[in-house]
């Protein structure tokens, strides 16, 4: 159709007509290092499609070595993974079969990695070789639960070719036995992937564009307000929140291994060991590869975790871009968070020596962030004593001015 339209215009143009510069239908500027918009968010150019179809190319023809003597069926992972099959089995020209199976994962559960199966694969699969074609592969949340779903199965076999595979996130519980690409993990958009629904029809793809994230630091000891201020400066700057002392408590709440671990510290007022802090706040980031930036609230709280957070963030060509610390006073904050204590059950707000401990740890471990952050050029500091909106004010001029 496309292709008509293309030659009518060329017609046209024969004819003496002029041809519209751009043609509506083709993908917005493809080749160039034009960005794209996608629900308000910026993609730049990253894989372009003759990439793409030589990587399917070589995977083809190595699957084809090892299966082109029976007949093999490839199972296509929606919505995803519709162009990749779509293509793929143009590059395997030997007898096979191909079905789809269509699996959910639901954002608002990442952190127990819900999987649900929407559509099972009908083919009865006795005997026969199956081969899993998906689009990427990250974290094997969605690998876990198809190799449960053909466990169930009698199958012959059961292999895994992925497109893209992000080797630094999978998980690596299984084997992923055909790749395309090793890609780093960048969010990615186009050739079936999507961003909210949004650019699955793009021939090549995209990723998200880090350049204009803004990813704050909230400093100051307990009570100063972080967590109340980052509840409205998600808001206004569109950015996630993490604050590491919320998923520490949401983690005791539902007795995890973690907030078993966790517990024993939070409750004397002593700080986590950075490893494990350190590896929960990276899982947290990769949960929303699609944020357009983050608050980090309750981290880093020492030299290890800031160190660990910077390079976190350049491998992902992200950056703290400031630091922004709540100044008040011992006494104030001793008096907040007894009176917090009072509501939020919380165990550490309600002892006063727990308190005192957890500002010794403060002054200990995390006030020398504020040199580590100063030669970087990205500290900066606001009263954290006054009413609620003025002290979002004095916090929203800093981030306004931040290049
Ligand atoms: P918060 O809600 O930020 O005051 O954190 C409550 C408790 O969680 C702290 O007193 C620590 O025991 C623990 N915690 C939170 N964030 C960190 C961190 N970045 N490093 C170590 N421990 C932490």
């Known amino acids: 159709m496309t292709a008509k339209i293309h030659e009518f215009l060329e017609g046209m143009k024969d004819a003496g007509h002029t041809t519209p510069k751009k043609c509506y239908l083709c993908q917005p500027d493809q080749n160039t290092d034009t960005l794209i918009k ?5 993609f730049k150019p990253y894989l372009k499609e003759e990439q793409i179809l030589a990587a399917i190319e070589k995977m083809a023809a190595e699957i084809a070595k090892d299966y082109k003597d029976e007949t093999p069926l490839f199972v296509g992972v929606l919505n995803g993974a519709f162009m990749f099959v779509a293509d793929f089995l143009k590059a395997y020209q030997h007898p096979c079969q191909v079905s789809f199976v269509r699996l959910s994962s639901y954002q608002g559960l990442t952190s127990t990695g819900i999987v649900e199966t929407l559509l099972d694969v009908q083919e009865d699969m006795e005997g026969k070789s199956v081969i899993i074609l998906e689009d990427v592969v990250d974290t094997g949340r969605t690998l876990k639960q198809l190799v449960h779903l053909f466990s169930q199965t009698n199958v012959k076999e059961f292999k895994i070719a992925a497109l893209f595979y992000k080797s630094e996130i999978y998980n690596g ?12 993990d960048n969010f990615i958009v186009g050739y079936g992937l999507d961003y909210n629904e949004m650019g699955r029809n793009l021939r090549e793809v995209y990723q998200l564009n880090q350049a204009d994230m803004i990813n704050l630091v ?6 100063a307000g972080k967590g109340t201020q980052a509840g409205f400066l998600k808001e206004k700057y ?9 998923v520490f408590r949401y983690n005791i709440k539902n007795g995890t291994e973690l907030g078993k671990l966790a517990k024993s510290y939070i409750d004397k007022g002593d700080l986590v060991p950075d490893e494990v802090t350190i590896d929960m706040l990276k899982d947290e980031v990769e949960k929303n590869p699609e944020a357009s930036g983050f608050i980090f609230d309750g981290f880093p709280r020492t030299a290890a975790q800031a160190e660990a957070l910077d390079n976190f963030l350049e491998s992902k060509d992200m950056m703290v871009n400031a630091t922004i610390a709540l100044e008040a006073d011992d006494e104030v904050l001793i008096a907040r968070l007894l009176e917090r204590g009072k509501s939020s059950g919380r165990s550490d707000d309600q002892d006063e020596s ?7 740890e403060y002054n200990e471990k995390t006030a020398p962030l504020k040199a580590y952050y100063e030669k970087q050029g990205k500290f900066h500091s606001v009263n954290g004593i006054g009413d609620i909106v003025e002290i979002t004010e004095r916090l929203g001029k800093v981030i306004d001015t931040l290049d």
């Open 173 to 184: 519980e299984y084997a992923i036995d055909y790749v395309g690409l090793e890609i780093p």
């Open 38 to 42: 996608l629900n308000n968010k910026l």
């Open 218 to 223: 909230l400093f100051g000891k307990p009570g």
């Open 354 to 360: 727990k308190i005192r401990n957890r500002f010794e």
């Open 238 to 246: 569109n950015l996630k929140h993490i604050s590491t002392g919320d």
